[in-house]
């Protein structure tokens, strides 16, 4: 049994840690409402080896274009606190969840179905940078802040992390009744919103619960010889990385005027006719179109894969789920970005742009939340099929 001392530091810790990120979520937000915010460029921005990941390197030479002066252990932490596969590199499917809102689901969609667009010189228009980096700085304010507060919850003489986890829930995750009880015992002011935002941002298991390795993230995340979080690269990784640069490198330019990114004809026409006043683009006049699926004219990837496996008239449950199986190779439970362009690749032979999976990942993504459930692959597929016949 902890001291009421201690338990008082837990839960100030643990108050101090729902108010930060709700601060990091207004800043999401605040990103998020702006026009020229599309979480693929954000990720091209960042992803200055052009290898569709981002590393420990990535965001110091970011910081470094911000003039900003960072300190690696702050970097590591924004790293590990996005890379959900503990990795040490932060792919799409990771960073899109962790840049887009969650607590507001509307805002969120209406960002998600934005369209990507071209990069001058490798900078984003100058609102959206600044927005981004102040994200990033609050990431790290959170960091610095909870590590004070850590220190000083274990340098009490009773602090066991085990009895801590059981302070808050005996049970064997952390779910929203289970903190809203805990934070009303412990009077700490809240609202429903920012608990459930707590444990999406916490939850490396995209449970919507906070498992007891989660609880050790939180207390240890600070801390380089953190046993939760081993900071290599695994070989296999690193080979993966090596083929995909060596391989989707080349299709794709996004410094210049060849760069593959999804633009409407109607922004392209929109470019031409422009032209003849011969101005100089400002940088933050940037024109983006929504990006909106229609299913008659947009569904051509999705159409692809159905006509590759040739299951237009196998349409059953139980091959729906063995092909959804069969894509997600590492048998997380769901597919990612990253799981559509290795089953293309590796398994059908026919690499697709980056653009083009983005699309189908839109589309079968129904959730819009970075990730295709077997539930919504299921669906999506059925609903495209059924659209078809008409």
Request: with cysteine; aromatic share 12%; proline share 2%.
């Amino acid at each position: 049994m902890l001291s009421q001392k201690t338990l008082q530091l837990l839960r100030k810790y643990l108050d101090g840690y729902l108010k930060l990120e709700n601060e990091i979520e207004n800043k999401r937000e605040q990103l998020a409402h702006n026009l020229y915010f599309e979480p693929y460029t954000i990720f091209c921005r960042l992803d200055y080896k052009k290898i569709l990941h981002i590393d420990i390197n990535d965001l110091k030479v970011y910081f470094l274009d911000n003039n900003i002066i960072d300190c690696e252990d702050d970097l590591q932490f924004i790293i590990r606190k996005i890379d959900i596969d503990k990795d040490q590199y932060i792919s799409f499917s990771e960073f899109s969840r962790y840049i887009l809102p969650h607590r507001d689901q509307d805002l969120n969609s209406l960002a998600n179905s934005r369209q990507s667009y071209q990069l001058l010189d490798n900078k984003l228009p100058s609102l959206v940078e600044k927005q981004l980096i102040e994200v990033f700085l609050a990431e790290i304010e959170l960091n610095k802040r909870m590590l004070q507060q850590m220190q000083q919850l274990k340098a009490q003489p009773d602090w066991d992390k085990i009895t801590a986890w059981e302070s808050v829930n005996s049970g064997r995750r952390w779910d929203q009744k289970g903190l809203q009880q805990y934070f009303d015992e412990s009077k700490i002011q809240y609202n429903f919103k920012d608990i459930e935002n707590f444990i999406y941002r916490n939850s490396k298991e995209r449970d919507y619960r906070i498992n007891y390795s989660d609880f050790l993230y939180l207390v240890f995340a600070h801390e380089d010889n953190n046993v939760n979080y081993k900071f290599f690269t695994p070989q296999k990784n690193q080979k993966l990385i090596s083929d995909k640069k060596s391989n989707l490198l080349p299709k794709t330019n996004f410094r210049t005027n060849e760069s593959t990114n999804l633009k409407s004809d109607k922004f392209n026409k929109h470019l031409q006719s422009q032209s003849h006043h011969n101005q100089i683009q400002n940088h933050d006049d940037i024109e983006v179109s929504e990006f909106k699926i229609n299913e008659y004219e947009d569904q051509n990837i999705l159409q692809q894969l159905l006509n590759k496996l040739k299951i237009q008239n196998q349409l059953k449950g139980h091959f729906l789920k063995q092909l959804f199986l069969q894509i997600d190779e590492n048998k997380k439970g769901f597919i990612t970005l990253d799981d559509l362009m290795n089953y293309f690749e590796n398994i059908l032979h026919t690499p697709k742009q980056i653009e083009e999976l983005i699309k189908l990942v839109k589309i079968l993504d129904k959730n819009k939340d970075g990730i295709i459930s077997e539930k919504e692959f299921c669906e999506q597929i059925v609903r495209h099929v059924y659209i078809q016949q008409f």
